[in-house]
């Protein structure tokens, strides 16, 4: 069964470091997600990607973070200079459009450790 | 923006069925979907509901109400596998899709 990975399944850096977290989503799916969460809380979203551009992303996704397709298949982001607040894990999910269900397919996510 | 209620907290015993409701504001309404999260897990989708009624898919069943921006989770005949949080989700077509998530709803499935 098609799924999305996500790679590294763990990162710990230091506070002011940059960060790139990697997706590669189902290969015929055309919207891109990441979402966070910080442990025990809401899984919030942060940006949605199409055809080649953000199509959406909310108050969190600021100057700091930048998303990327630098290929046909992988997705990916970045988080410039990394604050304790970072610490989350963050999903990356991938839906084959926006007919129908709207299903979201998750990877398994990024824990990232803000130090 | 978007906002979504839901309990913070359910538990019931095994065989029993349980009612995770969810109460939602959102000027892009589309639809509702649940996600079934397990403990160091992804977000997995269990059901979507764009039109008013029941949806039913084995032991789980979901329902809205457009009217009353209102929607729930049944869980029928639970089993220890169930415990997980279980997450209502608003899809919004405001700008481009995207897909707003609820505090999320423990549940604790009891032997």
């Known amino acids: 069964e098609p799924e999305v990975t996500q790679t590294p399944s763990h990162q710990v850096t230091q506070m002011g470091q940059e960060v790139i977290l990697r997706c590669v989503p189902i290969?015929?799916?055309?919207?891109f997600y990441w979402y966070r969460q910080i442990l025990g809380q809401k899984v919030e979203f942060l940006v949605s990607?199409?055809?080649?551009?953000?199509?959406?992303k909310s108050e969190i996704f600021d100057d700091q973070f930048s998303v990327e397709r630098p290929d046909g298949s992988n997705f990916t982001l970045k988080i410039r200079s990394t604050k304790l607040e970072d610490s989350a894990m963050y999903f990356c999910?991938?839906?084959?459009?926006?007919?129908?269900?709207?299903?979201?397919?998750f990877g398994e996510g990024s824990r990232l450790t803000v130090l | 923006g978007q906002s979504l209620e839901q309990p913070s907290e359910v538990t019931a015993v095994e065989g029993a069925i349980v009612q995770i409701n969810c109460t939602y504001q959102?000027?892009?309404?589309?639809?509702l979907s649940w996600y079934q999260q397990h403990d160091g897990g992804a977000p997995t989708f269990l059901s979507y509901?764009?039109?008013?009624g029941l949806e039913e898919t084995g032991r789980f069943s979901s329902f809205l109400s457009r009217s009353d921006s209102y929607g729930y989770l049944l869980l029928q005949e639970l089993q220890m596998k169930d415990s997980a949080s279980y997450f209502c989700?608003?899809?919004?077509?405001?700008?481009?899709?995207?897909?707003?998530f609820g505090a999320g709803t423990r549940l604790f499935v009891k032997a």
């Open positions: 999910a991938s839906s084959s459009g926006t007919g129908g269900t709207g299903e979201l397919f």
């Open positions: 509901n764009a039109l008013d």
């Open positions: 990607f199409y055809n080649n551009e953000i199509s959406e």
């Open positions: 959102t000027s892009g309404f589309y639809g």
């Open positions: 290969s015929n799916h055309l919207y």
């Open positions: 989700a608003v899809r919004d077509g405001t700008g481009g899709f995207k897909t707003i």
